[in-house]
């Protein structure tokens, strides 16, 4: 089974992220196995994912899969927002007007049903751990909070460029100390840890941007995993299928 994280971009004119996390079901083991940082077009997104997936596969997006309001923010939006905002980790208000009436998300996870994947977000303790081909919206900044145990969600998207790299540094140590000591673990194999001890002194700019996408769309497919695997017991769904909604940890 795989668990395949999109950090997507809302805008066609930036890049978006892919990490595929792999579960090994005898051993019973976590792998990054592969990612992608600088994908472009949909189809490219598309092509990565079909080539990904074989015998089940999560697909969790960052990005607003279902709006239907024109303006204000997303039922959802508020709620997580009403209670992540004290960790700063509060929600970005999604309407159509925004979007332009196109929604990015929507178009992509209609392809990916054409693909045989099945947008449905909920899995009960009957239902979960279970081979299966789904599609999930996300959103890894509240995941970070429950997670790694945070006060605070770890400050990397605003700032200038030191204040970044400090921030991705922290994200990556938690990554690689706290996922592996949270069930289900993740493995620091070799890819994980080529991708997580860079230099990141060197990065900046959109090589910056690219690792902080990156990061994300890791956690992202953790986010997948662990919802898959705990189901209602650990994981929930907030908000619903005709207004939006956001799968993340329960929180403590």
């Not at 709006?67 to 700063?88: H, L």
């Amino acid at each position: 089974m795989k668990f395949i994280g999109i950090d997507l971009a809302w805008s066609y004119r930036n890049n978006t992220a892919v990490s595929i996390l792999e579960l090994h079901s005898i051993k019973k083991s976590v792998n990054l196995v592969d990612y992608a940082e600088r994908l472009e077009s949909d189809e490219e997104i598309i092509d990565y994912v079909s080539k990904n997936v074989d015998k089940g596969a999560c697909v969790s997006i960052d990005a607003p899969l279902i709006v239907k309001n024109r303006t204000g923010a997303r039922p959802v939006d508020r709620e997580v927002s009403a209670r992540y905002r004290k960790y700063f980790a509060g929600a970005h208000p999604c309407n159509l007007n925004k979007f332009k009436g196109k929604v990015r998300g929507n178009e992509l996870f209609k392809k990916l049903t054409e693909l045989g994947f099945e947008h449905n977000p909920y899995i009960s303790i009957s239902k979960r751990r279970r081979i299966t081909n789904i599609i999930i919206e996300v959103y890894p900044h509240p995941a970070q909070v429950v997670l790694f145990k945070l006060r605070k969600r770890v400050l990397y998207k605003r700032g200038d460029v030191e204040t970044k790299r400090k921030g991705l540094l922290r994200l990556r140590r938690y990554i690689v100390e706290r996922l592996p000591n949270t069930e289900p673990r993740l493995n620091v194999n070799h890819k994980l840890q080529d991708l997580c001890t860079r230099s990141i002194q060197a990065m900046r700019g959109k090589s910056l941007k690219n690792y902080e996408d990156t990061l994300d769309s890791l956690i992202c497919a953790y986010v997948g995993l662990y919802h898959w695997y705990w189901g209602n017991e650990k994981s929930e769904v907030i908000g619903d299928l005709q207004t939006g909604y956001i799968v993340t940890p329960k929180s403590r």
